[in-house]
């Protein structure tokens, strides 16, 4: 994962995965702890089914149990579904990073210019929750 702030490997943070009834990974999130907690990444492959909302709370939890008071994301301009499902699990907006993606875009020049939804990929969001 790339964002501005630097460039997470996934697959050595800790996290949390739902499986299906044939045990697949049917959703995954990925969180690092220092003096808050951030979510580095989460993915749902059903949709409106409660896994993400699972997955969110059970690092809410984690975060609570190690005496955490907040927890931080960042997504994109152009990701509308993040920005809904984040506000209405009780998180606010808290920054804009301006022309962040061009500084993500160096280290992974793949990232698109233009989401699949037609809005310009420019800007980061700080999303936060305090317990």
């Known amino acids: 994962m790339v964002i501005s702030r630097g460039v997470f ?3 050595q943070l800790d996290g949390y995965a739902v499986l299906n009834e044939k045990e ?4 995954l999130i990925t ?15 059903t ?12 690092v809410e939890q984690t975060a609570r149990e190690k005496g955490i008071q907040h927890i931080r994301l960042v997504t994109t301009n152009d ?5 809904r499902f984040y506000q209405k699990k009780g998180y606010r907006l808290s920054g804009i990073y301006h022309d962040a993606v061009e500084k993500a875009r160096k280290l992974k020049p793949e990232i698109p210019y233009v989401s699949d939804n037609g809005i310009p990929i420019t800007d ?3 999303f936060v929750k305090t317990f």
Not at 24 to 27: A, F, L, M, N, Q
Request: aromatic fraction near 2%; charged fraction near 25%.
């Open 31 to 45: 969180y690092m702890i220092e003096d808050e907690c951030e979510i580095i990444s989460l993915d749902s492959l």
């Open 79 to 83: 990701n509308i579904h993040a920005m």
């Open 24 to 27: 697949d990974i049917i959703g």
């Open 9 to 11: 490997q996934c697959d």
């Open 47 to 58: 949709e409106n089914k409660g896994v993400g909302t699972l997955l969110v709370q059970k």
């Open 124 to 126: 980061e969001i700080l």
